[in-house]
């Protein structure tokens, strides 16, 4: 039994009201009790200068990536070239002996830079061979998403069997980390296999994840069946006319993913009006994941958050991997979405890298309410007399120190 246990901050942020001066958090056996602006009788751990904030949850990664110190590719590149370099390296690795070693070791620096970030909360995408070992050593919570990836009709009952044993095997995980699966994107699945896990998260409750709409290459593939995507698949030996031979859409395959227990589309930085709008329908079990730094890289349009948000949808922040990003800090990306779109709420935003990516992996006990976990993230605030909390939060020199 751990007992009361209180933390002091210059501010508390709650999700769920405004920010309180002097906040204090209070906790029972790990559990929340509640939280004010006043001290208990017993010890009170004073975190100073600080805010306490629900914790950080980084929706999308891939911690294969981990070990790369700049990111693959040039900025700017199109989303096809910069695969076949991506593709190239996993080629590469794939004949070594100590690859599943490597793969760890990735793993393991990827979950401990996340830590050291103060995300607590994490959507992982795990692309075969890889090793449940490092989360075992590691305090995050969050999805472990299988990737499906292959189109080759032989090829689709042995990856729904693959996702079944998944989910198996994430029943041994404990209430804090759940198995998910991942129908990578529409042009390395093919929609029956997108249909057919969405109809297994149906059944199962578990989450599912889908890389849409992140590219135009992926729009000209789906309602035209050539482009730079079908040139790339030609090359990889992995072209199928047949599952482009009639015209379909990121709509389409939104469709699916309103079927599952609860859908995140990732990126999705090429929704149109209209998916824009189905999303939001269908709010209570689909989230879109946004991925700031790694937009930029790309050097896409501009993201349609604000279309997005006035869509009622609930938007989660990730840092994708470092493939594509210099490293795993989920407050740049915050910072990042504070200065590209200054009209979004503030408290907003802050839900956009906590609640909303908790509710997303189906985790719900991590708003500071009383019962939930007392896991939360800590960040160091400048010393100014600023009047507006928000303002101190959002400030260029918060850092998050746990």
Same mark, same amino acid.
């Given at each position: 039994?751990?007992?009361?246990?209180?933390?002091?901050?210059?501010?508390?942020?709650?999700?769920?009201?405004?920010?309180?001066?002097?906040?204090?958090?209070?906790?029972?056996?790990?559990?929340?009790?509640?939280?004010?602006?006043?001290?208990?009788?017993?010890?009170?751990?004073?975190?100073?200068?600080?805010?306490?904030?629900?914790?950080?949850?980084?929706?999308?990664?891939?911690?294969?990536?981990?070990?790369?110190?700049?990111?693959?590719?040039?900025?700017?590149?199109?989303?096809?070239?910069?695969?076949?370099?991506?593709?190239?390296?996993?080629?590469?690795?794939?004949?070594?002996?100590?690859?599943?070693? &490597? #793969?760890?070791?990735?793993?393991? @620096?990827? !979950?401990?830079?996340?830590?050291? =970030?103060? /995300?607590?909360?994490?959507?992982?995408?795990?692309?075969?061979?890889?090793?449940?070992?490092?989360?075992?050593?590691?305090?995050?919570?969050?999805?472990?998403?299988?990737?499906?990836?292959?189109?080759?009709?032989?090829?689709?009952?042995?990856?729904?069997?693959?996702?079944?044993?998944?989910?198996?095997?994430?029943?041994?995980?404990?209430?804090?980390?759940?198995?998910?699966?991942?129908?990578?994107?529409?042009?390395?699945?093919?929609?029956?296999?997108?249909?057919?896990?969405?109809?297994?998260?149906?059944?199962?409750?578990?989450?599912?994840?889908?890389?849409?709409?992140?590219?135009?290459?992926?729009?000209?593939?789906?309602?035209?069946?050539?482009?730079?995507?079908?040139?790339?698949?030609?090359?990889?030996?992995?072209?199928?006319?047949?599952?482009?031979?009639?015209? &379909? #859409?990121?709509?389409?395959?939104? @469709?699916? !993913?309103?079927?599952?227990?609860? =859908?995140? /589309?990732?990126?999705?930085?090429?929704?149109?009006?209209?998916?824009?709008?189905?999303?939001?329908?269908?709010?209570?079990?689909?989230?879109?994941?946004?991925?700031?730094?790694?937009?930029?890289?790309?050097?896409?349009?501009?993201?349609?958050?604000?279309?997005?948000?006035?869509?009622?949808?609930?938007?989660?922040?990730?840092?994708?991997?470092?493939?594509?990003?210099?490293?795993?800090?989920?407050?740049?990306?915050?910072?990042?979405?504070?200065?590209?779109?200054?009209?979004?709420?503030?408290?907003?935003?802050?839900?956009?890298?906590?609640?909303?990516?908790?509710?997303?992996?189906?985790?719900?006990?991590?708003?500071?309410?009383?019962?939930?976990?007392?896991?939360?993230?800590?960040?160091?605030?400048?010393?100014?007399?600023?009047?507006?909390?928000?303002?101190?939060?959002?400030?260029?020199?918060?850092?998050? @120190?746990?």
């Amino acid at each position: 039994m751990i007992g009361l246990q209180s933390w002091k901050a210059r501010y508390l942020f709650p999700p769920d009201g405004p920010p309180v001066k002097d906040g204090v958090l209070h906790a029972v056996d790990g559990k929340v009790c509640g939280w004010d602006a006043s001290a208990p009788g017993g010890d009170v751990i004073d975190l100073g200068n600080a805010a306490i904030v629900a914790p950080l949850v980084n929706a999308h990664t891939h911690l294969e990536f981990s070990d790369l110190d700049v990111p693959i590719g040039t900025p700017g590149e199109p989303l096809p070239a910069w695969i076949r370099k991506v593709v190239a390296q996993r080629r590469a690795a794939a004949d070594r002996q100590d690859l599943p070693v &490597l #793969r760890e070791q990735a793993l393991a @620096r990827g !979950l401990a830079e996340s830590s050291a =970030a103060g /995300v607590r909360l994490l959507g992982e995408i795990a692309t075969a061979p890889w090793s449940y070992s490092p989360w075992q050593a590691a305090d995050a919570a969050g999805v472990i998403f299988y990737e499906l990836l292959g189109m080759a009709p032989q090829r689709q009952e042995v990856l729904l069997q693959a996702a079944r044993e998944h989910l198996q095997a994430g029943l041994a995980w404990g209430p804090s980390r759940r198995a998910g699966l991942s129908p990578h994107a529409p042009y390395t699945v093919t929609p029956e296999l997108t249909a057919a896990v969405c109809q297994l998260s149906a059944e199962s409750g578990c989450p599912v994840a889908m890389h849409l709409a992140e590219s135009p290459e992926e729009l000209r593939l789906l309602s035209h069946g050539d482009g730079p995507f079908r040139d790339m698949l030609v090359e990889l030996g992995a072209w199928r006319p047949d599952v482009f031979s009639s015209a &379909l #859409r990121p709509l389409d395959y939104l @469709r699916w !993913l309103s079927r599952a227990e609860r =859908a995140l /589309v990732i990126h999705g930085n090429f929704l149109d009006a209209e998916e824009i709008a189905w999303i939001g329908r269908h709010r209570s079990r689909m989230t879109v994941v946004f991925c700031p730094r790694t937009h930029t890289f790309f050097q896409h349009r501009r993201y349609p958050l604000p279309e997005m948000l006035a869509a009622g949808i609930p938007v989660a922040l990730g840092t994708d991997s470092r493939a594509s990003n210099p490293d795993l800090q989920l407050w740049s990306e915050v910072q990042q979405v504070r200065r590209l779109y200054p009209e979004v709420p503030a408290a907003m935003i802050l839900q956009m890298a906590t609640v909303n990516g908790a509710a997303a992996c189906g985790l719900f006990g991590y708003r500071l309410n009383v019962g939930d976990a007392a896991d939360f993230t800590i960040l160091d605030l400048p010393n100014d007399d600023a009047q507006d909390p928000f303002a101190l939060l959002f400030d260029p020199r918060t850092s998050v @120190r746990g």
